[in-house]
C-alpha cells in the first residue's frame, strides 16, 4: 500500500492492518532440497578502515538508554561468502540475519534476483497505482455528489490526516504479527474499504470515513514492509537498494498514476475507476500471499498481557528515548517538512510569474525527476562507504537551491531549482542503512512505522504552513523562507548527529566493502 504524497521516500502506503489475527509463528524453511552436503564455513576478513566515513555508532552493547541491547552487533561487521541460496531470498528462519544472510552487493540486479523481493516490488507497484487511481476518482465522484470543492479538497487531504493515529496507535501490529499476514490483511482491508466506496448507496460522509480508514492502515503497511525487507534482503547494502529502488517506483507511479487516473475518467465514470483498484489490491495481496515467505512475529513475548495500544505507545517511547535514533527519525522528517513548499504553492507560483496550466504540470514534475535521477545515481554508481559519507552533507545543504526563489525564478531558472532540490533528497539512501543499524529488530515494525507516519505527517503540516504564510507574504518569499529555515533546523540536526558518535565508526558504511 502506497504513501498519499510523492515527496514520500517510500512511497509509499508510503506510498509501502488492524484487524491481523493472532500469530501463529512460522517456521523456517528447510534447506534447499539441491543442498546435500554441508557448505564449508566461510572465509571472512575483517571489515577495511572507514577511511573517513562516518554511520552513526552503537553504544556497547546497547541501542542508547533505551534500547535492548544487540550482542552479536560486532560480529557481523565481517562479510562471509555466501551460497546461491541466499541469493535468492532463503534465509530461513526469521530471516533478519544481517550481511550473512545476503550476497555482497551488485546494484540494483542483485535485488531483482531475490525472488521474494520481485513479489514485493509487483505488490507495490499494483497497490500504489491502485491508491493514487482512488485518490483522483474520489476527489472527482465526492464533487460530483456534492459540487463542493471545500468537500473534494478535504478528500485529498484526508490522506495526511490518520497517518499519525495510524502509525501511533497501530505501530505494534507491525512486530506484534507475522509480517506477510500483516501485509495481506492490509490489502484485503483496503480492498473491502474501495469496495464500499463504489457502492451506490454509500453517503458523502462515508467516502470520507472510508478513505480515512485507507490512510491509517498505509503506515502500517509501509512499516510492515521496510521491516520485512530486512527479513528478504538482510539488514546491508541489498536492503538500501531495495529500499531505493521502492521509493524511485513510487516517484515515478505518483507521476503515471495521476496520468492512468485521468484517461480512465475520460472512459468510465468515477465509480468504474474506483472498482478496478479493488482488482490491484486483491493482486497485492495476493502476490505477497503466494510470493513471500511466513516468517515469525518479531515481539513474541507479551508480558503482562500487555495489550496492542501498549505495545505501539511503548515502541514510541523506545524511539524518542533512544538519542540516535531520535535523530535519525528527525533527519527524515525536517527537511521533508521544507522541500514541500515549492509544491504546496506550486499553483499560485505559476500564477504570479503568468505561466499557463501545461508549464504548471512540468513544473509539478521537476522534483521527482530530480530525486529519481539522484537516487538511481547513488544507488548504481557509488559505493556503500560513499553513500555514507555523502548523508550528511547532502542533508545539510538539500534545501539551499529554494534560496533561489528569493529572486522570483523564471520557468527555466524554477525547472533546475526543483530539480536541485529534488536531488537533494539522495541523503536518504545513506540514512536508510545507518537506520536500519540503530533500531534492534524487535523494534523496527513499530520504528519503520512511526518515522512513516511522522513523514508523512510534517509534510502535510508543511504544506499546510506554507499556505498559511503566502496569506501574509508573497509566494515566492514563503518558498525561500522555507530553504533558509530548512536548512538551519537541518544544520543542527547533522551537529547533534555527528555529536553522537563517532565511536563505532563505520557499522554500516564497511560492512559491504567487499563488493567495491
Not at 31 to 51: M, S
Not at 286 to 305: N, S, V, W, Y
Not at 317 to 342: G, K, N, Q, Y
Request: with cysteine; net charge positive.
Amino acid at each position: 500500500m502506497p504513501t498519499p504524497n510523492p515527496t514520500a521516500p517510500d512511497g509509499p502506503r508510503s506510498p509501502d492492518g488492524p484487524g491481523a489475527a493472532p500469530s501463529t509463528a512460522g517456521r523456517a524453511e528447510p534447506a534447499h532440497p539441491t543442498q546435500t552436503h554441508p557448505t564449508p564455513a566461510p572465509e571472512t576478513r575483517p571489515p577495511e578502515p572507514p577511511d573517513g566515513a562516518w554511520c552513526p555508532p552503537l553504544l556497547p552493547g546497547a541501542d542508547g538508554p533505551a534500547g535492548p541491547s544487540r550482542p552479536g552487533a560486532a560480529a557481523r561487521s565481517a562479510v562471509p561468502a555466501v551460497s546461491a541460496e541466499a541469493a535468492e531470498g532463503r534465509t530461513g528462519g526469521h530471516g533478519g540475519g544481517g550481511a550473512a544472510s545476503v550476497p555482497p552487493a551488485r546494484g540494483y540486479s542483485a535485488v531483482f534476483a531475490v525472488r521474494e523481493f520481485r513479489a514485493v516490488f509487483a505488490a507495490h507497484l499494483l497497490s500504489l497505482l491502485g491508491v493514487v487511481v482512488t485518490e483522483i476518482s474520489l476527489t472527482v465522484l465526492v464533487y460530483d455528489l456534492t459540487g463542493s470543492p471545500f468537500l473534494s479538497a478535504l478528500t485529498f487531504a484526508l490522506g495526511f490526516l490518520p497517518y499519525l493515529f495510524g502509525g501511533t496507535l497501530l505501530a505494534g501490529v507491525a512486530d506484534r504479527f507475522p509480517a506477510r499476514r500483516v501485509l495481506v490483511v492490509c490489502d484485503l482491508v483496503c480492498a473491502g474499504c474501495v469496495a464500499v466506496m463504489v457502492a451506490p448507496g454509500t453517503p458523502v460522509a462515508g467516502l470520507l470515513a472510508l478513505r480515512c480508514a485507507v490512510a491509517a492502515i498505509a503506515p502500517v503497511f509501509t512499516g510492515t514492509r521496510m521491516a520485512a525487507l530486512t527479513d528478504i534482503l538482510g539488514d546491508g547494502d541489498l536492503y538500501v537498494l531495495g529500499r531505493s529502488l521502492l521509493r524511485i517506483v513510487s516517484q515515478s507511479a505518483v507521476l503515471a498514476g495521476f496520468a492512468v487516473g485521468g484517461v480512465l475518467l475520460t472512459v468510465v465514470t468515477p465509480r468504474g475507476a474506483i472498482s478496478l483498484t479493488v482488482l490491484t489490491f486483491l493482486c497485492s495481496a495476493a502476490l505477497l500471499r503466494f510470493g513471500t515467505k511466513d516468517r515469525p512475529a518479531r515481539h513474541l513475548k507479551k508480558e503482562g498481557a500487555a495489550n496492542l495500544l501498549r505495545q505501539s505507545l511503548d515502541g514510541a517511547r523506545l524511539v524518542f528515548t533512544d538519542r540516535r535514533i531520535r535523530a535519525l527519525t528527525l533527519l527524515f522528517w525536517v527537511p521533508a517538512m521544507f522541500v514541500v513548499a515549492p509544491e504546496a504553492l506550486m499553483a499560485p507560483y505559476a500564477d504570479q510569474i503568468g505561466v499557463g496550466p501545461a508549464t504548471l504540470g512540468l513544473m509539478m514534475t521537476a522534483m521527482p525527476v530530480g530525486h529519481i535521477a539522484a537516487e538511481l545515481f547513488a544507488g548504481s554508481a557509488l559505493s556503500p562507504r560513499t553513500r555514507s559519507r555523502i548523508v550528511l552533507p547532502s542533508a545539510a545543504v538539500g534545501l539551499l537551491p529554494l534560496l533561489v526563489y528569493a529572486v522570483t525564478p523564471g520557468v527555466a531558472l524554477a525547472l533546475v531549482v526543483l530539480t536541485l532540490a529534488g536531488a537533494g533528497a539522495v541523503y536518504i539512501i545513506g540514512l536508510d542503512q545507518w537506520f536500519v543499524d540503530a533500531v534492534p529488530e524487535e523494534l523496527r515494525g513499530r520504528a519503520m512505522t512511526l518515522m512513516t507516519a511522522g513523514l508523512m505527517t510534517v509534510q502535510g503540516v508543511g504544506m499546510a504552513l506554507a499556505g498559511l504564510a503566502a496569506e501574509f507574504l508573497p509566494v515566492h518569499q514563503v518558498v525561500a523562507w522555507a530553504g533558509v529555515i530548512g536548512t538551519v533546523c537541518s544544520v543542527l540536526l547533522v551537529y547533534e548527529i555527528r555529536r553522537i558518535g563517532p565511536g563505532n565508526p563505520g557499522v554500516g558504511a564497511d560492512r559491504h566493502m567487499t563488493s567495491r
